[in-house]
C-alpha cells in the first residue's frame, strides 16, 4: 500500500497536467486591433476573383455599410479552391498604414520589416521576416456569386 502523501502528489501532478492541458495549447493571438469587417463581394462584378491564385485588396470603403477591419482586406481565392480573407496590416509592424504587398509568388510581404507570408493556402503564417503571427484573418462565407466577409 502506497504512503498517503504519494496519493497527494500524484492528485497535484494530474491537476497541473489539467492546467497545461488547458492553457497550453493557445491559438495564435492576433497582434492587430479588433475592429469591424463588413464586406459582401459580388463575383460577377468582380471577375478576377474567380481564377484561383487570384487577390483583391480593399483599402477604402465604397459604401457606408463597408467596414474593412484595422488596415484593409485583402481577399485570396487559395490554390484550394476556396476564399479568405485578411486584415491587410502586417502582425509585426502593427499599423493601420503598414500594409502588406501581395507577391509574384503569390506571398503577401510587408515593405517595412520584410516579412513574408502564406496566403495561397488560406493560412497567413509567417515564411520569413521578423514576424511570429499570422496575418488577422476574417471569417469569408460563399453564398452563390458572393462572398459576405465578417469578423
Known amino acids: 500500500m502506497l504512503p498517503q502523501h504519494h496519493h497527494t502528489i500524484k492528485k497535484i501532478e494530474l491537476g497541473l497536467l489539467f492546467l497545461a492541458l488547458l492553457f497550453g495549447c493557445a491559438t495564435d493571438t492576433s497582434t492587430i486591433p479588433l475592429a469591424p469587417v463588413s464586406l459582401q463581394i459580388n463575383l460577377l462584378q468582380v471577375t478576377n476573383l474567380t481564377a484561383i491564385g487570384a487577390t483583391e485588396s480593399y483599402i477604402t470603403a465604397s459604401t457606408t455599410s463597408e467596414e474593412l477591419g484595422y488596415g484593409g482586406l485583402l481577399v485570396v481565392h487559395t490554390l484550394n479552391d476556396t476564399y479568405c480573407a485578411f486584415d491587410l ?27 513574408v507570408y502564406r496566403i495561397m493556402d488560406g493560412t497567413g503564417w509567417p515564411i520569413s521576416g521578423p514576424s511570429r503571427h499570422k496575418l488577422k484573418q476574417y471569417h469569408v462565407y460563399p453564398d452563390g456569386n458572393y462572398l459576405d466577409i465578417t469578423n
Open 89 to 115: 496590416s502586417c502582425s509585426y509592424e502593427a499599423l493601420q498604414t503598414v500594409r502588406v504587398e501581395v507577391q509574384s509568388d503569390l506571398t503577401a510581404k510587408c515593405p517595412v520589416c520584410g516579412s
